[in-house]
């Protein structure tokens, strides 16, 4: 005889052996039988982490990770990460304790019906077959790409269960065909490609393992490329044009503007991705291949269901070998070039983009990046160089949440394989997440954290307090966040003249080991390029209503 969780552990070691949790009274007795069973456990101190570090880990590792809570305000804690992790379609296992199976205590909540408002699917076990219906869970999370909750009923938690004959895994999570071009779609999409001039394809997040035929379909049509924040660095290719949609440089959106036809592969065409509908040239042909049912984006003259891979390899086949030299008479001299920035902004403040300017000739080369969600966004992963496909996550942005990206930093740890993991954030942000320092203090070998301390929401200073808005709500005091970093352990350098920065140079040149936390005393006042987009584009929404209105 076994416990359900015993066997619940020895049905998931095999398949997610990385467990990221907090414990409580809903899930002490799995906890107990994953570490007797082997699993890498890694505690965090707020349960909201355990399903951000899990969320990160699948990011930059491509594996599965389990996160676990207590039932109730454990569980609650967690909602916010699991309902990012749903709007991002990011797979993990979210093992968490429930209600008895007799019914709902005073102070229980209806789970399930939580489960279902974030879109997470939800399996529970019982004691007959407590393994068979964890292995099913990890299977549809792989299989379907979503966060999948796995509830343990309290009073069977501790509960002996008969053996049980386990299914095979494999056939479990067995992805259904990846759909291909239906031949009609493919002919109409070649005939348009064989007709361009210009092509420029532009890839995602769902195109990371088609990058050899993305390239050699690029280089057949003579096409440029670009790919999302997400899909940064996939491509070894010399017309790549880099990030692309509102975090492009103004070279890089000016060569878009030129195609005459854009290829759109495994990428959501949101206001982001499109500028806000300005990146691409209102007369060119938009073509987007995706695995949704229809087109993202209204603007997409022709659309198709299909696997990124398999498209690019099909279209390898059918399109002609391009008798234009566009990409030869382009001038890339200043394709990823951005502005550096003064030292200091009007205010006395440092400006941020000299901060992002200097850190990145700073930062061990070899680095995975993190990133919170904030007005900052515009500045690390824009300045920063990363190691390839799968060294970027955003945990948060999904769910326009800020505070989760600060627990994703354990998670890419566990997944870095050496690499020296870097966090950018916000003040705000990481005060939300400032329990899990510790975590990270305690559990990653080389990281950098940055936080871009403007003692202010910044993004809503931007957004709203531009327009005329009271900003006292959106401003924080100033928190030395070095010194808290120095009293837990780890390296704490303030930042308020570039000459500070010296105490980063120092803690590379000792080994970059350890954490090394930059607080740097950045200008609410300076605004990223992406926000001046979104102020334009809100700008002439409100100008169209108000002409609807006369």
């Known amino acids: 005889m076994s416990s359900v969780s015993a066997a619940i552990a020895h049905a998931l070691k095999p398949v997610a052996p990385q467990i990221f949790g907090l414990m409580g009274n809903g899930n002490a007795h799995f906890l107990d039988a994953a570490i007797r069973a082997g699993f890498d456990y890694t505690a965090v101190r707020h349960e909201s982490a355990a399903v951000s570090a899990a969320d990160a880990y699948f990011r930059i590792s491509n594996q599965l990770a389990i996160a676990t809570t207590t039932y109730g305000a454990g569980y609650t804690n967690a909602v916010t990460a699991l309902a990012e992790a749903a709007a991002a379609r990011t797979p993990l296992l979210f093992v968490t304790g429930d209600a008895p199976s007799t019914g709902l205590r005073g102070w229980d909540v209806d789970q ?3 489960d279902a408002g974030v879109r997470a699917p939800r399996y529970v076990v019982d004691r007959q077959t407590p393994g068979s219906t964890a292995l099913q869970a990890a299977a549809h999370a792989l299989r379907e790409q979503a966060p999948v909750v796995l509830a343990i009923p ?11 004959e386990l299914p095979d895994f494999a056939s479990l999570a067995c992805l259904p065909p990846k759909p291909r071009l239906e031949p009609a779609a493919l002919q109409q999409i070649a005939t348009k490609l064989n007709a361009s001039k210009r092509t420029h394809i532009l890839y995602g997040r769902g195109a990371i393992d088609a990058a050899e035929q993305l ?4 280089q057949k049509l003579d096409a440029t490329t670009s790919g999302t924040l997400l899909a940064r660095d996939l491509l070894d290719y010399e017309f790549d044009l880099g990030i692309t949609g509102g975090f492009s440089t103004e070279s890089n959106a000016g060569i878009i503007a030129q195609a005459d036809t854009v290829l759109v592969l495994g990428a959501s065409l949101n206001q982001f991705t499109t500028r806000f509908g300005e990146l691409i040239n209102e007369s060119a042909t938009l073509i987007q ?6 087109a993202t984006n209204s603007r997409v ?6 696997d990124a891979q398999s498209a690019a390899r099909d279209l390898l086949d059918a399109v002609q070998l391009a008798e234009s030299s566009w990409c030869s008479g382009l001038d890339l001299s200043d394709l990823r070039s951005r502005p550096a920035g003064d030292e200091k902004a009007e205010d006395g403040l440092l400006d941020p983009r000299r901060v992002a300017s200097e850190l990145e000739k700073i930062l061990p080369a070899d680095r995975v990046l993190v990133q919170d969600g904030g007005h900052f966004i515009g500045w690390g992963p824009m300045y920063w160089s990363t190691t390839g496909a799968r060294s970027l996550a955003c945990v948060g942005t999904a769910y326009q949440s800020i505070g989760l990206g600060i627990a994703s930093m354990v ?16 003040d705000g942000g990481f005060l939300m997440g400032l ?3 510790e975590s990270i203090i305690r559990t990653i070998d080389s990281g950098v954290i940055v936080i871009y301390n403007d003692s202010a929401y910044g993004a809503e200073v931007h957004q709203y307090g531009s327009i005329g808005l009271h900003e006292d709500p959106m401003l924080i005091p100033t928190v030395d966040f070095a010194g808290i970093a120095r009293s837990m352990g780890a390296t704490g350098v303030r930042v308020e003249e570039l000459a500070d920065l ?4 120092q803690w590379v040149a000792d080994g970059a080991r350890g954490v090394c936390l930059v607080d740097a005393r950045i200008s609410a006042r300076v605004r990223a390029p992406y926000m001046e987009e979104v102020l334009a584009a809100n700008k002439k929404a409100a100008a169209a209503l108000a002409l609807q209105s006369d």
């Not at 309290?154 to 049980?164: M, N, P, T, V």
């Not at 390239?215 to 690029?218: I, M, P, S």
């Not at 998670?411 to 916000?426: D, P, Q």
């Open 411 to 426: 998670g890419a740890g566990a997944a870095a394989e050496g690499r020296t993991v870097v966090l950018a954030a916000g």
């Open 289 to 294: 291949i995706d695995l949704g049912p229809a």
């Open 502 to 505: 010296a105490g980063v140079r």
């Open 112 to 114: 399930a019906a939580i």
């Open 435 to 437: 329990a899990d320092l």
């Open 154 to 164: 309290y009073d069977l938690a501790a509960a002996e269960c008969a053996g049980e």
């Open 215 to 218: 390239k050699e379909l690029a």
């Open 301 to 306: 003259d022709c659309f198709a269901t299909a």
